[in-house]
């Protein structure tokens, strides 16, 4: 008995489409992950895969990797990624993993529950030497007449060449190599009124390569005029201060001594101190000259003149 040509083929595709659900080994096979690649930028390794859908579930992945040891030496043994086994996301960061500048190989797997599928790996194998170095990020200031820079910091892999330059006609290029932190770096004492410019570049001794330069920023010093007049008025106002406060608390203190402690002044006659005059006593005659007021003689008594009379008074001296 023929069977219709037609018949025979809907049973060929159903057969063949079920082919991916039979039982190898007694585990159901999934579709394996597919399109594997390996994006990198400045050292951090991103293994990227296009994921494997099954409706309801959640599909996750197993990731491993060979070094150049294990692919030359013991090719059946893989190493599971520290970051990525297993993972729900189909992506691994893999930058932990790869710790050498040689060919690593790399595979990926589904699994749901006790089905897994087939191993994808990455063809060709990944070498860390064709990352991206892009252009560090940087900032350029001025503090004073300091030329200062700030550069992103990528990790302790990265060195960074930085050049800089005096822009006039024929100027000399510098170049510093330096590490960042993330810290503001001194790079030179500018010249008043000049402009400066600089650029940089990533540099990864690991893998020997450099990246494109920067663009181009640059600052400008001012003249030293003005900070010039200002150090001369600070200096005259500081001499001044020097000369004018001493003086005011000197003429304050004999203010003060002035008021609260004037000094009291006797009277000529009553100050001992002072040359005292000779007299004469009338009735004793001329031995008596040269007596002070002190050794006047008892005998020697003038009468007392009255108050307001003037003669008297006079005639007394």
């Not at 960061?93 to 790996?121: C, E, F, H, K, M």
């Not at 330059?165 to 004492?189: C, D, F, N, Q």
């Not at 640059?218 to 003086?247: D, R, S, Y």
Request: aromatic letters at 8%; proline letters at 9%; hydrophobic letters at 40%.
């Amino acid at each position: 008995m023929m069977i219709p040509e037609e018949i025979l083929t809907s049973h060929m595709w159903v057969f063949y489409t079920l082919i991916p659900c039979l039982l190898i080994d007694g585990v159901a096979r999934l579709p394996a992950p597919q399109n594997l690649s390996v994006q990198s930028t400045n050292m951090k390794h991103l293994l990227t895969w296009s994921p494997v859908t099954m409706a309801g579930e959640v599909i996750h992945y197993s990731v491993e990797y060979q070094g150049e040891y294990e692919s030359l030496y013991v090719s059946h043994i893989w190493i599971p990624s520290s970051r990525c086994s297993p993972t729900e996301v189909p992506e691994c960061d893999i930058t932990d993993d790869i710790t050498a500048t040689v060919p690593y190989n790399l595979r990926v797997r589904a699994s749901l529950g006790s089905q897994t599928s087939a191993w994808s790996t990455l063809k060709p194998p990944f070498n860390r030497n064709s990352t991206i170095l892009t252009p560090p990020g940087m900032k350029v200031t001025k503090d004073g007449f300091h030329l200062v820079i700030k550069l992103e910091d990528l990790g302790p892999q990265f060195e960074f060449l930085v050049t800089y330059w005096k822009r006039e006609p024929g100027a000399k290029e510098h170049v510093k190599i330096m590490r960042s932190r993330g810290i503001p770096v001194h790079l030179e004492t500018m010249e008043p009124g000049a402009v400066y410019c600089v650029k940089a570049q990533t540099l990864v001794n690991a893998i020997g390569r450099y990246s494109t330069f920067s663009p181009t920023e640059c600052v400008k010093v001012q003249e030293e005029t003005l900070p010039l007049a200002l150090a001369l008025f600070a200096f005259i106002g500081f001499m001044l201060i020097l000369v004018v406060v001493p003086l005011s608390i000197w003429k304050m203190g004999r203010l003060l001594q002035y008021s609260c402690c004037p000094a009291v002044v006797l009277p000529d006659t009553l100050d001992l101190a002072q040359p005292r005059e000779q007299v004469c006593c009338p009735t004793m005659g001329a031995q008596s000259c040269g007596l002070t007021l002190p050794d006047w003689p008892a005998q020697c008594s003038w009468p007392l003149p009255r108050i307001g009379t003037a003669s008297t008074s006079s005639s007394l001296f």
